[in-house]
């Protein structure tokens, strides 16, 4: 059975709805699933997992989320080498211009994303938590 970390941070709950849907679709594939807010993942934890859903919605001026889910990626992604990953998250008048920004990282990062990342404006609609299910599906 493959285990799969799902680690987000969300202020109103889109991102979080979108987390469940990942969660959902990982499991459905069979994969334990862990959940984790920013502040319970660390470097550490990488390796116990075979795949890491990344989710944050565009905060700031199209950046992470700072206080928690940033200082938590940025201390992660030097152990992503490698590692199967996949990103989601909400968004509001951008043009989705930080998740452009994080997958770049990730690339840079050497991780390896196996799935277009799922990006929604607000709330989730019912295609859109179809998208997050395959993305959890693909992590599996
Ligand atoms: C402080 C703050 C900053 C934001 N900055 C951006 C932004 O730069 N670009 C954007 O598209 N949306 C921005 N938004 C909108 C959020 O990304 C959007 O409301 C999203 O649905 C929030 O997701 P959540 O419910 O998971 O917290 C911002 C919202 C807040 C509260």
Do not use: H
């Amino acid at each position: 059975m493959s285990k799969v970390a799902v680690v987000f941070w969300s202020g109103t709950g889109n991102t979080a709805a979108m987390a469940s849907a990942v969660e959902a679709g990982a499991k459905d594939k069979g994969a334990e699933v862990s959940v984790f807010g920013p502040d319970e993942f660390s470097p550490d934890k990488v390796a116990g997992f075979d795949g890491i859903a990344f989710g944050c919605p565009a905060m700031g001026s199209e950046v992470l989320e700072e206080s928690s889910f940033e200082p938590m990626f940025a201390a992660v992604e030097g152990a992503l080498s490698g590692k199967k990953i996949a990103l989601f998250g909400s968004y509001g008048w951008g043009d989705g211009q930080w998740m452009r920004d994080w997958e770049d990282r990730c690339n840079a990062a050497g991780a390896s994303l196996v799935c277009d990342s799922v990006i929604v404006n607000s709330a989730p609609g019912e295609d859109s938590l179809e998208e997050c299910k395959s993305l959890g599906a693909a992590l599996a």
